[in-house]
């Protein structure tokens, strides 16, 4: 199994390029915040509780994906400092181990183009961080910079790519 790890900043156009890839070569699409609004649910952002059953999905899904034999799964994903680098240095092994392989893919755009796509409506609806001065407040003290993401094959500047033609590029890197 293939793993597409797109991974970047919140409104770097994760999810909106992780669809239009999903519809592009047929994958099945695993958006992070599927999980975060779950685990919230029971355990607020950050705590033991909320890392450890987030981390328990994560790999319940990949491994699942893995067993079932699917060609390939995207996930979405916003490193920031409540996801442990020894959870990600450990799923990248255990999917290599596997004969699987994870490809990371860094989505970037600049901040003022995140910042203005942090009130779109459908960031709204989808329970997503919105708010301008707390992600100025959470990139200033660091919550994004950890953990790293070891191996990224592919950098795209989203600020004036559109998802269909980032989309393109990822699938050219992938066949």
Not at 18 to 30: H, K, S
Request: no cysteine.
């Amino acid at each position: 199994m293939k793993l597409v790890f797109l991974y970047g900043p919140p409104a770097a156009g994760k999810l909106t390029i992780a669809r239009e890839l999903a519809a592009l070569i047929g994958w099945r699409l695993f958006h992070n915040h599927l999980t975060v609004n779950l685990v919230l649910a029971l355990y607020d952002f950050g705590t033991p509780g909320f890392v450890g059953l987030r981390e328990q999905i994560w790999l319940t899904v990949f491994r699942r994906a893995h067993a079932d034999r699917l060609p390939g799964l995207i996930f979405t994903f916003n490193p920031e400092n409540s996801v442990p680098q020894r959870f990600i240095d450990d799923l990248f092994v255990e999917v290599a181990a596997g004969g699987g392989e994870v490809i990371p893919i860094e989505l970037t755009a600049s901040e003022a183009e995140i910042e203005r796509r942090l009130g779109s409506e459908t960031r709204h609806a989808e329970g997503k961080l919105v708010d301008v001065a707390l992600y100025r407040e959470l990139r200033s003290a660091g919550v994004f910079s950890s953990p790293v993401i070891p191996g990224t094959q592919l950098r795209l500047d989203t600020t004036s790519l559109t998802p269909v033609e980032a989309a393109a590029r990822i699938h050219h890197l992938l066949y």
